[in-house]
């Protein structure tokens, strides 16, 4: 079993829903989560950090640490079609060495 | 102005040859890394060096030798190189604390024929 588990999809939305990505991860010690967004031949971009659980608002996205569940997820409202682009999970005891999950490609379509 | 800057951008080569990715970041970062991208999109880390000393080395080949001259640059050496090294390499850098965040490169796209 991987450490980090996330969906690769791909994912295709029309433009304007609200778009819901996850991971689920089995190392109880991590307590940084973040989001990263790749977009093709590109490099990741950190889009939210959260340190522990809770939740954590920018913009029209939100990202959510369920610990107890050791699940976390990223809602994007209002999706936009430059919001297409592959989503990265990310987490670590610290920030420095972190687990990246496969990442979701997701498509939003006008 | 680029954050971090990685050259080349694209690199072919045959197997069994000897090459180098060069890294460079302007942000004053302490931290720098080396990740290796495969086909699935997985990325994992593989070296990391805070201000020119190595701190993390994953299970990775003797074959690869990361260098960093100095806290602003970390170079990554490959030698005799594999098939199975075709993949998108990225380099980081982060703060000194525990909680800064990376940021990226733009990648190097190597092929090995």
């Known amino acids: 079993q991987k450490e980090v588990e996330q969906d690769p999809g791909p994912l295709s939305v029309p433009e304007g829903a609200i778009v819901s990505l996850n991971c689920t991860y089995s190392?109880?010690?991590?307590?940084?989560f973040m989001w990263y967004r790749q977009y093709s031949r590109k490099g990741p971009e950190l889009l939210m950090y959260?340190?522990?659980?809770g939740n954590k608002e920018d913009g029209r996205f939100t990202a959510q640490v369920d610990k107890s569940s050791k699940y976390i997820s990223l809602f994007i409202r209002d999706s936009q079609p430059s919001d297409s682009a592959t989503y990265l999970c990310?987490?670590?005891?610290?920030?420095?060495?972190?687990?990246f999950g496969q990442g979701t490609r997701l498509t939003i379509n006008p | 102005d680029t954050a971090v800057s990685q050259t080349p951008k694209y690199l072919v080569t045959q197997m069994g040859n000897d090459k180098s990715i060069k890294c460079e970041q302007n942000?004053?970062?302490?931290?720098m890394y080396w990740y290796k991208q495969d086909s699935k999109k997985f990325l994992k880390i593989m070296f990391s060096?805070?201000?020119?000393?190595?701190?993390i080395n994953e299970t990775v080949p003797n074959r690869f030798s990361p260098k960093s001259p100095d806290k602003a640059h970390l170079n990554l050496h490959i030698n005799s190189l594999e098939l199975g090294d075709s993949a998108v390499y990225f380099c980081?850098?982060?703060?000194?604390?525990?909680?800064?965040?990376?940021?990226f490169g733009p990648g190097t796209r190597l092929t090995v024929l």
């Open positions: 980081a850098s982060s703060g000194e604390g525990a909680t800064d965040t990376q940021y």
């Open positions: 190392n109880s010690a991590f307590q940084y």
């Open positions: 959260t340190y522990s659980s």
């Open positions: 990310a987490m670590g005891r610290g920030a420095q060495k972190l687990v």
């Open positions: 942000l004053g970062h302490d931290t």
């Open positions: 060096y805070n201000n020119k000393e190595l701190i």
